[in-house]
């Protein structure tokens, strides 16, 4: 099993949805970053996070520390939030860097 | 403050040869993580420098080594090319605290 699980791993909306894509991990960690990929490759860190709730635009992210899970939300979804979105957690023990397996999503105009 | 250059960008080696690529972490952080990313196997560590040194590695081969240096560039080597080499190679800046990451663009490396 891995030490992140992201579901789902494909997703696809239409434009306005309102999107979630969850994060399960089973390490400690000190913080959890959601990530985003566009194709052609370059990632960009989202959000980082180590407790409650951040915003960002349309973008929510959340963590619940003691269930160890994590939500990133994409209200009124447009097609350029088409993307993989990975989520990657910073070990607590030694500040590796795991991550999930990522969630294809696209957005339909 | 500039992000984290990867250069090239884009390579295409031969199956038996030998490639170097290269990241410039954000200035003032130290420490940079390498990462190799495959459609079956998604992002996979390489290793990470810490102030020149080592600190951690993957479970990769011995084919795959890196080096940092004083003023925080990296390089990583792959010698003797597979096509299971064929890849994207991320590298991150990691800030002081070490949860920050930043990643740059990526170099996509292509063995024929």
């Known amino acids: 099993k891995n030490e992140v699980e992201q579901s789902p791993q494909n997703l696809t909306a239409q434009e306005g949805e309102f999107i979630t894509i969850n994060c399960s991990y089973s390490v400690g960690i000190s913080a959890l970053h959601w990530l985003q990929q566009h194709p052609g490759g370059g990632i960009v860190s989202l959000f980082m996070l180590s407790s409650g709730k951040k915003k960002h635009g349309r973008l929510i992210a959340t963590i619940n520390i003691q269930e160890k899970h994590s939500s990133l939300h994409i209200t009124a979804s447009h097609p350029r939030d088409s993307a993989v979105y990975i989520c990657?957690?910073?070990?607590?023990?030694?500040?590796?860097?795991?991550f999930g397996a990522g969630t294809r999503l696209t957005v339909k105009p | 403050k500039a992000g984290v250059t990867q250069t090239p960008r884009y390579l295409i080696k031969t199956r038996g040869q030998q490639v170097t690529l290269s990241c410039s972490p954000i200035?003032?952080?130290?420490?940079v993580s390498w990462y190799q990313q495959t459609p079956g196997q998604g992002l996979q560590f390489l290793f990470e420098?810490?102030?020149?040194?080592?600190?951690n590695k993957g479970n990769f081969p011995g084919r795959f080594s890196g080096r940092q240096f004083s003023n925080s560039r990296s390089e990583m080597n792959v010698s003797t090319l597979e096509l299971g080499d064929s890849a994207l190679y991320l590298c991150?800046?990691?800030?002081?605290?070490?949860?920050?990451?930043?990643f740059g663009q990526g170099t996509r490396l292509t063995v024929v």
């Open positions: 991150a800046s990691r800030g002081p605290s070490g949860v920050e990451a930043f």
């Open positions: 990657a957690v910073i070990s607590g023990y030694n500040n590796d860097m795991r």
């Open positions: 200035s003032g952080h130290r420490s």
């Open positions: 420098y810490f102030s020149e040194t080592q600190r």
